[in-house]
């Protein structure tokens, strides 16, 4: 006889990291989703160079956390597998659904979205799925999920779109790039923005810093 998948739902709390205040002298609210491997309290580390008194912070955690390496030292964290990715999708949807509730981002004027890697496939579906307004759209070093299409961002022709990669990027070849310039510019023919630097899959500080 096979085994039979069965399941349940729980109460989950998960935590998320915030850097800066939110005051009457912030212009600018961030929402940053970390790459695989990472913690959001260690990927905040990427914009301690925006102004503190005009930016405000929130960076969401995976909650699937691991030990990297094999070594029971550093951890680091995932957003989905592809094991039942539906679900894991599911969840962390819910999961922002609070953080959006608990930092009254609704009320945000100038709401600011990057993803990482990993961090741009949640980006785009947190985006796309729950109609989340904001003023720029940033993917750095990552791709879209394929169910995704033109109709899931209507709601975003008015806003800056930034893809951001590295010219050696080892997960980016010729192929996937071009790809992914591809599908961007068909979802978003009229304000989009192409940045490549000189570099790897990795974060660039001094390049997101100039997009403000």
């Given amino acids: ?6 399941k349940v739902s729980y109460k989950f709390t998960n935590t998320y ?18 790459g695989i491997g990472y913690l959001s309290k260690y990927f ?12 405000y912070l929130i960076a969401p955690q995976a ?34 659904e609070e ?3 608990a930092e009254d981002l609704e009320s945000t004027t100038n709401l600011i979205i990057l993803g990482y890697s990993q961090g ?19 993917l750095c070093s990552g791709g879209l999920p394929k169910e995704l299409n033109p109709e899931d961002f209507k709601h975003l022709k008015t806003s800056k779109i930034s893809m951001l990669y590295g010219n050696e990027d080892p997960f980016m070849d010729k192929e996937r ?28 500080p001094s390049i997101i810093e100039t997009l403000v």
Wanted: aromatic letters at 12%; charged letters at 25%; hydrophobic letters at 35%.
């Fill in 99 to 101: 953080v959006y509730k």
């Fill in 63 to 96: 909650a699937s956390k691991y030990y990297l390496n094999g070594k029971y030292t550093h951890v680091g964290a995932s957003w989905f597998t592809k094991d039942n990715t539906q679900q894991e999708v599911e969840n962390a949807m819910n999961y922002l």
């Fill in 120 to 138: 741009v496939s949640v980006a785009t579906r947190w985006v796309s799925k729950k109609k989340i307004e904001c003023s720029h759209l940033i």
């Fill in 177 to 204: 790039l071009h790809n992914e310039k591809l599908r961007l510019k068909e979802i978003f023919p009229e304000n989009l923005t192409i940045i490549p630097f000189n570099g790897v899959h990795e974060m660039k």
């Fill in 1 to 6: 006889m096979n085994p039979t998948e069965k």
């Fill in 17 to 34: 990291m915030t850097l800066n205040e939110r005051t009457s002298k912030t212009k600018n609210v961030w929402v940053v989703f970390h």
């Fill in 44 to 55: 905040l580390k990427y914009f301690k160079g925006l102004y503190p008194e005009e930016n």
